[in-house]
Antibody, heavy 125, light 108 residues
Framework: EMQLVESGGDLVQPGGSLRLSCAAS????????MNWVRQAPGKGLEWLSS????????YYADSVKGRFTISRDNAKNSLYLQMNSLRAEDTAVYFC??????????????????WGQGTLVTVSS | EIVLTQSPATLSLSPGERATLSCRAS??????LAWYQQKPGQAPRLLIY???KRATGIPARFSGSGSGTDFTLTISRLEPEDFAIYYC??????????FGQGTKLEIK
């Protein structure tokens, strides 16, 4: 069974840093693009960052570019998000998401399929 | 950046009724559009991908249609467990991947 488990969420002061982790299991982690998506309290979903299986291709949303860094360790089946210069508007639940959807005939589609349960980051003084 | 606009923001219906949710893109996304369902305290779940294909395990009462800029998610007969928030997502032109702002389907 595919599983993603985030950790590392916490209360942090504005300007502070935090590192989120996501432990993956039940699928060949190194073969898939991984993403971070967040959801502010009572708000919608916002894509933040993507990383390819080899870490060779990385993208960021403008809202976090220059402050957040995505990385992965395929040997540990883990995804990370280093968050620096945190702001109040970064307060959200952060989800780890894999792009590993296959249909019933085995065809691959690059849709966001497996999601973790999320970890809450609160930025407040 | 492609903007997805969902309507209505809130839809109030009764179990057994038909629900029609809309997602409009600011430019063509071809059929690279998906629909997700999110219940309180849970992660989103993939319902429909490539605009009209039902994901594995999704009941037949859920259907998607559209291409280009206008898309519809239809729930033919609402079950109590269908009351949730629904989001559309495009992935033709990324980064960034963009989500719609969501439609809340509530019990009337």
């Amino acid at each position: 069974e595919m599983q993603l488990v985030e950790s590392g969420g916490d209360l942090v002061q504005p300007g502070g840093s935090l590192r989120l982790s996501c432990a993956a299991s039940g699928f060949p982690f190194s073969g898939y693009n991984m993403n971070w998506v967040r959801q502010a309290p009572g708000k919608g979903l916002e894509w933040l960052s993507s990383i390819s299986g080899s870490s060779g291709t990385i993208y960021y949303a403008d809202s976090v570019k220059g402050r957040f860094t995505i990385s992965r360790d395929n040997a540990k089946n883990s995804l990370y998000l280093q968050m620096n210069s945190l702001r109040a508007e970064d307060t959200a639940v952060y989800f780890c998401v894999s792009q590993n959807y296959y249909d019933s005939s085995g065809l691959y589609y690059g849709w966001f399929d497996s999601w973790g349960q999320g970890t809450l980051v609160t930025v407040s003084s | 950046e492609i903007v997805l606009t969902q309507s209505p923001a809130t839809l109030s219906l009764s179990p057994g009724e038909r629900a029609t949710l809309s997602c409009r893109a600011s430019q063509s996304v071809s059929n690279f559009l998906a629909w997700y369902q999110q219940k309180p305290g849970q992660a989103p779940r993939l319902l429909i991908y490539d605009a009209s294909k039902r994901a594995t395990g999704i009941p037949a009462r859920f259907s998607g249609s559209g291409s280009g800029t206008d898309f519809t998610l239809t729930i033919s007969r609402l079950e109590p467990e269908d009351f949730a928030i629904y989001y559309c997502l495009q992935r033709i032109n990324w980064p960034p991947y963009t989500f719609g702002q969501g439609t809340k389907l509530e019990i009337k």
